[in-house]
């Protein structure tokens, strides 16, 4: 099984892996994704020791985040090696690197001899799939295998943080918070604009999007519209049509929750998706930037 791509259950969203040290091998992810090759693959890793084969150098922020959150959902951008394809880095001479923390996925990344480059296993520019069904479903007809790890227990992407200047800056808001981050090395950046940021290639302005049109409004307004849909981050309406991402507030859950509600929701038998933001502290900025990206077309 070298050289294909399969499903893998990660604690943020399932990943499209293949060997990312071949770049044959990496190149079916961007074909069976449709991604453009712009867009740099993230390197996931199993032990410490594989990081010093794929970077340069670590600097000393990035190593206490290390020993803090991984394996988690951080990925570091640091200086590359050589051995990384300039297929995984688009070119860049930054490759992106994290140590997911799922068993399975932990377990697999230990026994092989090689990395897995790993994007989220959805159609280019599709909502990240939380389940492994969710990636039979729209690549089961070019991915052979899914491997099952139940339901991705954080339910955003990683946060993504670059250590090229002095203070650090994440380039994208995801499953660790800006406070844990910044508890551990102090005040960091945000710089996490779009398509023509250079810094942060691939993050475009539209992205994470259903298909069916979502804009942002009053879901208490739309409740009885059999044509609307609604997300609300708090409440107790929930129904098919009608969901709350946590009955009781929770950021957490309302992350884990997001893409499957939105996702059900571009599913069934309505016209439009009416949502709310939520409150813009730990896990909601990265959920209020999902929500605006695939708000935006
Ligand atoms: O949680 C996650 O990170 C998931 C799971 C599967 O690990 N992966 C994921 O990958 O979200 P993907 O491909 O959907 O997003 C990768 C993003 C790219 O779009 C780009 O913004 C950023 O990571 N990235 C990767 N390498 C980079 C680099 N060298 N410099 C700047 N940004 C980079
Ligand atoms: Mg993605």
Aim: proline share 7%; charged share 20%; net charge negative.
């Amino acid at each position: 099984m070298q050289g294909i791509a399969v499903g893998i259950p990660t604690e943020t969203v399932y990943g499209l892996a293949a060997n990312a040290l071949n770049a044959t091998a990496v190149a079916q992810i961007f074909e069976i994704k449709r991604r453009p090759t712009f867009d740099p693959l993230i390197v996931h890793i199993g032990k410490i020791e594989q990081l010093n084969e794929l970077v340069e150098s670590i600097p000393q922020k990035a190593s206490q985040l290390i020993d803090a959150f991984w394996p988690g959902p951080l990925t570091l951008i640091l200086k590359r090696k050589d051995v990384v394809p300039d297929l995984v880095t688009s070119g860049l001479e930054t490759v992106g690197v994290r140590m997911p923390n799922h068993p399975i996925t932990l377990q697999l990344l230990q026994e092989l001899p090689f990395p897995l480059a790993a994007p989220s296993a959805n159609p280019f520019g599709y909502i990240s799939p939380t389940r492994a069904q969710h990636v039979v479903d729209q690549l089961g007809n070019e991915v052979q295998y899914v491997l099952d790890g139940g339901e991705c227990q954080i339910g955003v992407e990683s946060t993504i943080i670059s250590f090229e200047e002095e203070t650090p800056c994440i380039l994208r808001l995801g499953g660790l918070s800006v406070e844990s981050i910044e508890s551990v090395i102090g005040g960091v950046k945000i710089n996490i604009q779009s398509t023509s940021n250079p810094h942060a290639p691939g993050m475009l302005l539209s992205h994470y999007s259903p298909r069916k049109p979502m804009h942002e409004g009053k879901p208490m307004e739309y409740i009885n519209d059999a044509r609307v849909g609604t997300i609300q981050f708090q409440g107790e309406t929930n129904q098919s049509k009608n969901r709350i991402l946590s009955s009781t507030g929770n950021l957490n859950e309302a992350a884990q929750r997001l893409f499957k509600t939105m996702r059900e929701l571009d599913e069934s038998d309505i016209e439009k998706i009416v949502f709310e933001f939520v409150p813009e502290e730990g896990l909601g900025r990265a959920i209020n930037d999902r929500l605006r990206r695939a708000a935006t077309k």
